[in-house]
């Protein structure tokens, strides 16, 4: 990939948040991207949890808590009194790792209303950083995070009125409302078609601001061929030929249904072994190890190596893993229930839509045919991916956007520089 032409001494701010691990994921992205083929560009990630510590009440609740402990068990048990303070997006992610979706729902308008009750002290707060002397100012600020983006904006105006601000959307499409998009002037960059039209349809936006890219923000390895000491199946103890699935719930660790799962590929009687991506999950890996067929990986960040050696993809119909898989031409089975959390509801549609993949209701029950589904009709399965899917380059057309934004900035502060300066004369 030749370099993209750059500008010199642009600087951008990215915010994001660790709750799950896709924001991480496309700031890094967008961040490696910049740092390799901008090196005029300067780029400060933000985290945005970490700056709202100082209201945050989980964080404040915790720490008075952790404090006390940490006082009692300083003398009695010194290793334990490391205990440090949650934050909210802990909780989050702690619900993640043991596989509890069950009424995640009600987090979305909780927080919602946390943000909306405590508005007045957050955007006061994020106007002050920008204010502050010590803070070099951002010719661009970019959010990867939901909810936030009305009051992120809202202190960027109050601070610096004349920065733009994009947001770049993480999921496949909204779940409004108040989640991606809101009324206000800023750049929306979308990652699928439904998103795109949902803020064309919002009337939020002025159209020339709202921009397609050809999917969803992924790391650099899924560019990059295998490295020379990528894993390969014999290494793994997986065979050569049979059909492999890779199985992943996030970062956080798989689904308690993942020994289910296994059963029920077992019982197809197709030979299918699996790549279980256990991620933090250590209690999961050390349970999966040495089952015939199966080879648990703990957290890695060379996912695509592994992505290489499957057949197909089962897991939570999470935007990240989703794109992924079908980058890596894997077809996706996934599940789709009052379970499955609200943001990522419209995803399973898609695949459905786009023919790429089974949805399924259960995951404990309905596994094993829909993995016989997608290995017979497997060659179905890819010709759509490729049909229906377009080539994921969007990490690259989202840094050329940003590029084009931060051009068109830097020619109207030229043009009033040199208004002022006739005006003077």
């Known amino acids: 990939m030749p370099p993209l032409p750059g500008m010199p001494d642009a600087r951008l701010e990215i915010f994001y948040f660790d709750a799950g691990g896709g924001h991480r994921n496309a700031m890094t992205a967008l961040t490696r991207l910049i740092e390799k083929e901008k090196p005029g560009w300067q780029v400060t990630p933000v985290d945005l949890q970490a700056l709202l510590e100082p209201i945050d009440p989980v964080y404040k609740l915790t720490r008075r808590v952790t404090g006390s402990l940490k006082r009692l068990l300083r003398p009695v048990a010194p290793s334990l009194s490391a205990i440090e303070p949650w934050q909210a997006q802990d909780i989050y992610n702690s619900a993640l790792k043991r596989g509890v979706t069950t009424g995640m729902g009600a987090i979305l308008p909780v927080l919602q209303r946390f943000i909306a009750r405590y508005a007045t002290e957050i955007e006061p707060l994020l106007a002050k950083r920008w204010k502050d002397p010590a803070t070099p100012r951002p010719d661009l600020v970019v959010s990867v995070i939901p909810n936030f983006n009305w009051v992120l904006y809202g202190a960027l105006r109050r601070a610096l009125p004349n920065v733009p601000y994009a947001t770049?959307?993480?999921?496949?499409?909204?779940?409004?409302?108040?989640?991606?998009?809101?009324?206000?002037?800023?750049?929306?960059?979308?990652?699928?078609?439904?998103?795109?039209?949902?803020?064309?349809?919002?009337?939020?936006?002025?159209?020339?601001?709202?921009?397609?890219?050809?999917?969803?923000?992924?790391?650099?390895?899924?560019?990059?061929?295998?490295?020379?000491d990528a894993p390969t199946r014999d290494q793994?103890?997986?065979?050569?030929?049979?059909?492999?699935?890779?199985?992943?719930?996030?970062?956080?660790?798989?689904?308690?249904?993942?020994?289910?799962?296994?059963?029920?590929?077992?019982?197809?009687?197709?030979?299918?072994?699996?790549?279980?991506?256990?991620?933090?999950?250590?209690?999961?890996?050390?349970?999966?190890?040495?089952?015939?067929?199966?080879?648990?990986?703990?957290?890695?960040?060379?996912?695509?190596?592994?992505m290489r050696l499957a057949d197909f993809f089962i897991g939570k119909p999470g935007p990240g893993s989703v794109a992924e898989a079908l980058h890596m031409g894997l077809p996706v089975i996934v599940e789709k229930n009052t379970n499955t959390m609200p943001q990522e509801r419209p995803n399973p549609d898609w695949v459905a839509d786009k023919g790429v993949g089974v949805v399924i209701s259960s995951f404990r029950k309905d596994t094993g045919a829909a993995a016989r589904q997608v290995l017979v009709n497997l060659k179905h399965y890819r010709d759509n991916i490729r049909s229906n899917v377009p080539e994921n380059r969007a990490v690259y057309e989202t840094v050329a956007i940003f590029e084009r934004y931060l051009m068109k900035a830097d020619r109207h502060m030229v043009a009033s520089a040199q208004a002022t300066s006739a005006a003077d004369t």
Not at 170 to 175: E, H, K, L, S, V
Not at 188 to 211: E, N, V, W
Not at 250 to 279: F, H, P, R, W, Y
């Open 236 to 306: 793994l103890g997986l065979s050569r030929d049979g059909p492999v699935a890779l199985i992943m719930f996030g970062g956080n660790g798989a689904s308690s249904a993942t020994n289910n799962i296994l059963a029920q590929l077992d019982k197809t009687g197709l030979g299918i072994e699996s790549i279980v991506m256990c991620g933090r999950n250590a209690a999961l890996q050390k349970s999966l190890e040495g089952r015939p067929g199966c080879k648990p990986v703990g957290f890695v960040n060379n996912v695509a190596d592994y």
């Open 168 to 228: 770049v959307i993480t999921d496949f499409a909204d779940c409004p409302p108040h989640f991606w998009m809101e009324d206000q002037d800023q750049i929306m960059i979308c990652g699928t078609d439904l998103a795109y039209r949902q803020a064309i349809t919002s009337g939020f936006y002025k159209p020339q601001d709202i921009h397609l890219v050809s999917g969803m923000i992924l790391k650099d390895n899924f560019y990059a061929p295998a490295p020379a």
